[in-house]
């Protein structure tokens, strides 16, 4: 695991650990022993550590965090490299993040190749550094730098981390020959200022407010989550507190978060997200699929959706082609698209090469006719079927043979979209804001107004589910995505069902029907866009929202109308009617094998709806709470009001049955149910 060799007067020690030389317990163990081993060997002048094949490691050994803690630890053999006699240098390409960065950190030298990057993504795995990096990043760069870098887990580019003082000396060509010559330069130098135990924090007189601001700012910022606050705690005690204390709070701080219920949620996404990239369907895999090139696209429709889109294409340097039906819809949406990317540069989401370039990919025209190129068409008009079928049938006409047409709808079936060419066509659903968003895909939604109908509050609703930790309550993303989209949407349901919808409809397709949209949407409020929809917004097209007493009004009218008796509920209740018919509409994707994985729906959820990675995703959350408590709690709903959801053949076998419910997530040892028996 760790490859020792002497070449000339330096001992080389390469961690060979593919794919990302994680620091497991024989790559510790390796260290440990390669610098007993050099410091012991008298034609030995110096040390190097690096990395074989892709990278210096990229941290700690991620799966060994569920299992009993061997030794090593990686802080003594850290200890051990900063105590050498002979200097030790740490050579760096690709990604030295984590524990590889604290191995870097207790190294007298750092020098690395122009194209590596440095970080401390703890944080996204629910931890913090926990081999020192707390203690020695601050002392390294002073407390902004590493406040910034432990809070938000950013990779840093080794021009960055050479300005911060991180790395001594970028290299080009070879790298083990630069770190050859380099360590031979600095044999005889004294070590003692470099070892970074004995430094003091650069700019200490200012840690309270310094340490102060940032916790503000990380609790706003990352709302819910425990880590990003314990960082700064453990940073804080790199000031105050000397050397060997700061190190035991930060040890005592990462083995809590270790053991929190977040941890293992964000590990479990970690994992989660790798294992959805490894997709298979019954006529193809990842291994086997090719990928079509696409180089030219169009988006047709200019609205929130269209726009959204065409940003996202933007961003990613694809020209693309913008129709509309008129002009004045034309010019609208150009004005969103500069606006989204100016935005988007501010926000530092996009580089500001990139939105300069997209004004010249960017091309707006009233013209069917200049479609016939393009690679890939997104149609984003109107969700109405008739609309649809118009536009896919002159899309077929226009467009080359090869070309992709695909459709943004949510709800239509994409097989009536009449076309010579089925099997170029396909749905391509955006989440909003499609230029944030990083899920496309077609999932269910939940119909939380079922219980608006029957009394509850949507502004409380919105804040006991933004308080569970999503970024927006469900009624704030209604009104986002437009209340006139989801009327839209139940109109063509109807129509497809060849029925229509009334004040008195209270069925749909057999399912409970609830028209508190419909009366927001006849009385104009769309949503963000038109300044009003389930609430009140500063201006048109504003974010800034407040409730809005005439909403509770409508809703309330509504609720006479339909003899519907308000009634309370508790703030339990609306998670568990939120979350479990997610769940149970989960089980049922997986029963009808939409998908074939837990893991599927929980990312789905954490990329399209911003799920907070910190619960894992509803499947994980599920099994979290005990599938057998879940599903008893499904069928009380089910009894006790006449919900959507159907039961789930799946859930009720697994939430009844007293064994074998569980399986052990075989990545992390966490309880997760992993869909297989
Ligand atoms: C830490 O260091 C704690 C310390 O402070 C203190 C300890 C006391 N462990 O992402 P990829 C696997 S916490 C185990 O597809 P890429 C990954 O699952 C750690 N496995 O490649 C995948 O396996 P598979 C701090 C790991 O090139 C394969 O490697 N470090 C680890 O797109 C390839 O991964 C981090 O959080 C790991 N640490 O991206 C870094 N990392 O093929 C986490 C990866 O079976 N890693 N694997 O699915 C990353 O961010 C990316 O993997 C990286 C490469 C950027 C390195």
């Known amino acids: 695991m760790v490859d020792y060799s002497v070449k000339g007067q330096v001992a080389l020690l390469e961690v060979n650990n593919p794919p990302v030389n994680a620091l497991s317990t024989a790559v510790r163990t390796g260290l440990r022993d390669g610098i007993a081993k050099a410091s012991k060997d008298p034609k030995v002048k110096a040390i190097i550590i690096c990395g074989k094949g892709q990278t210096f490691p990229a941290g700690a050994d991620i799966r060994e965090f569920g299992q009993p803690p061997r030794a090593p630890w990686l802080i003594e053999v850290g200890d051990s490299i900063e105590a050498s006699l002979k200097p030790v240098v740490a050579a760096i390409h690709g990604t030295c993040l984590g524990g590889g960065l604290e191995v870097s950190l207790f190294c007298h030298y750092r020098i690395a190749v122009k194209s590596a990057r440095v970080g401390f993504p703890e944080v996204n795995l629910g931890l913090l550094p926990g081999a020192a990096g707390t203690q020695r990043l601050p002392r390294l760069v002073g407390l902004p730098v590493a406040l910034d870098m432990i809070t938000s887990g950013r990779h840093v580019t080794a021009l960055d981390a050479k300005k911060y003082g991180i790395l001594d ?83 005592e701080l990462f083995k809590q978060l270790n053991a929190s219920g977040q941890a293992r949620a964000q590990q479990y996404a970690f994992f989660a997200e790798r294992t959805v990239s490894r997709w298979s369907m019954p006529n193809g895999s990842y291994r086997t699929a090719k990928a079509l090139p696409v180089k030219t696209t169009a988006v047709l429709g200019a609205g ?234 500063e201006k048109k097209g504003g974010k800034i929202s407040t409730p809005d007493p005439d909403a509770l009004d409508i809703i309330e009218a509504y609720r006479q109308r339909r003899g519907i008796v308000k009634c309370k509920i508790s703030s339990q209740e609306v998670i568990e009617r939120q979350m479990y018919s997610s769940i149970n509409e989960g089980f049922k994707i997986l029963e009808e094998g939409i998908c074939t994985r837990p893991e599927d729906i929980d990312i789905s959820w954490l990329y399209g709806f911003t799920f907070p990675k910190y619960l894992g995703g509803p499947m994980f959350y599920a099994s979290r709470i005990g599938l057998q408590k879940v599903y008893e709690r499904i069928c009380y709903y089910h009894e006790n009001f006449p919900l959507k959801q159907r039961d789930c053949k799946d859930l009720r076998r697994r939430g009844s049955s007293t064994s074998g419910v569980y399986t052990m997530y075989p990545a992390l040892g966490v309880v997760i149910n992993s869909y297989c028996d």
């Not at 007189?205 to 916790?215: I, L, S, T, Y």
């Not at 008009?381 to 080359?400: S, T």
């Not at 069925?507 to 609830?514: N, T």
Request: glycine fraction near 8%.
């Open 169 to 251: 000396e970028l290299v080009a060509g070879d790298l083990i020959n630069a770190a050859i010559k380099y360590a031979m330069s600095v044999v005889g130098k004294p070590l003692m200022e470099r070892r970074l135990r004995y430094k003091q924090v650069p700019g200490a007189d200012k840690a309270r407010e310094v340490c102060e601001a940032a916790m503000a700012q990380v609790k706003r910022k990352y709302k819910g989550y425990e880590a990003p606050v314990e960082c700064v705690r453990a940073v804080r005690a790199s000031v105050d507190l000397p050397y060997a204390d700061g190190i035991r709070m930060e040890s």
């Open 304 to 537: 929130t959706m269209g726009t959204g889109i065409a940003v996202c294409l933007l961003s990613a340097g694809l020209p693309v082609i913008l129709l509309e039906q008129n002009e004045k819809l034309l010019q609208n949406g150009l004005r969103t698209i500069k606006a989204l990317m100016e935005g988007s540069v501010k926000l530092g989401k996009v580089p500001m090469e990139v939105a300069q370039k997209a004004t010249t990919l960017l091309k707006p025209t009233l013209n069917y006719e200049d479609l016939k190129d393009v690679d890939l068409v997104i149609e984003a008009v109107f969700e109405n079927l008739k609309l649809k079928r118009e536009v896919f049938g002159k899309l077929d006409k226009i467009c080359k043979p090869s070309a992709l047409l695909c459709s943004n709808t949510s709800t239509l079936d994409i097989d009536l979209a009449a076309t010579s060419r089925p099997d170029k066509v396909a749905g391509m659903h955006f989440f909003a804001p499609a230029y944030h968003m990083r899920l496309l895909e077609n999932i269910y939604g939940t119909k939380t107004s079922f219980m608006v109908e029957e009394g509850a509050n949507p502004y409380e609703i919105d804040q006991i589910m933004e308080d569970l930790g999503m970024p927006m309550g469900p009624f704030k993303v209604r009104d986002l995505s437009g209340i006139d989209i989801g009327w839209r949407i139940t109109q063509e349901v109807a129509k497809s069902l060849g029925t229509t919808i009334t004040k008195e409809t209270k069925y749909l397709g057999g399912e409970r029907y609830c028209g508190i949209g419909d009366d927001l949407y006849e009385k104009g409020r769309h949503g963000r866009k038109t300044g009003l929809g389930f609430y009140k917004y």
